[in-house]
């Protein structure tokens, strides 16, 4: 999103401007603010983010009701199956972008057969708190809070990385 000055007969004229994609195209947007920038630009930004969003959520919206839908017609064993295959390949993923050098095969061995393979023991630990955790966190019906997000956290990293478990980052 961006703030466009156009100049006509020596007057200056602002506009708000925000291009995205739709369908493979881009599409874009803009208001007109008026001869100055108005104070409440960050509203006026928000508003249009909105706007363009609606469509999106609405989309999500309907693939929500029909996944539970299709979820509700599911043998509880099925369920159950998915939510461990989908823990693991989540375990996995998260785990490879912070460096783990566990493969998606390992994670299955560890999580499921209980097999250690020949790599960091903590790398091991990690991955089993991981998925631990994460079925965890599919069954939780509590709202999801910063306070319950850093719980989480600690429970993953306190036995391995104890000075950063169950804080954010700061560098």
């Known amino acids: 999103m961006r703030i466009i000055k156009r100049k006509q ?4 004229y602002y506009y708000i401007q925000h291009s995205y994609r739709k369908n493979h195209k881009v599409i874009t947007k803009q208001k007109y603010l008026g001869t100055e920038i108005p104070k409440e630009i ?7 983010e909105r706007e363009i969003k609606k469509h999106l959520y609405q989309q999500l ?8 839908k299709e979820w509700e017609r599911t ?3 099925i369920k159950e199956k998915q939510k461990q295959e989908i823990a693991i390949t989540f375990t996995y993923n998260t785990n490879a972008i912070e460096g ?11 999580v499921k057969d209980q097999l250690s393979p020949n790599k960091p023991l903590r790398d091991v630990k990690e991955t089993e708190k991981h ?10 019906k509590e709202e999801i809070t910063n306070e319950l997000i ?5 429970q993953i990293f306190e036995e391995t990385k104890e000075e950063i ?4 980052r700061e560098y």
């Open 150 to 154: 850093l719980k989480w956290h600690k």
């Open 61 to 68: 919206e309907n693939i929500k009701e029909k996944f539970h």
């Open 75 to 77: 043998p509880e064993t």
């Open 9 to 12: 007969a020596n007057k200056e």
């Open 100 to 110: 783990s050098t566990i493969t998606l095969e390992e994670t299955r061995e560890i």
């Open 131 to 140: 998925y631990k955790i994460f079925l965890q966190m599919l069954q939780n």
């Open 42 to 48: 960050e509203d006026i930004k928000k508003q249009i």
């Open 165 to 168: 478990s169950g804080k954010y």
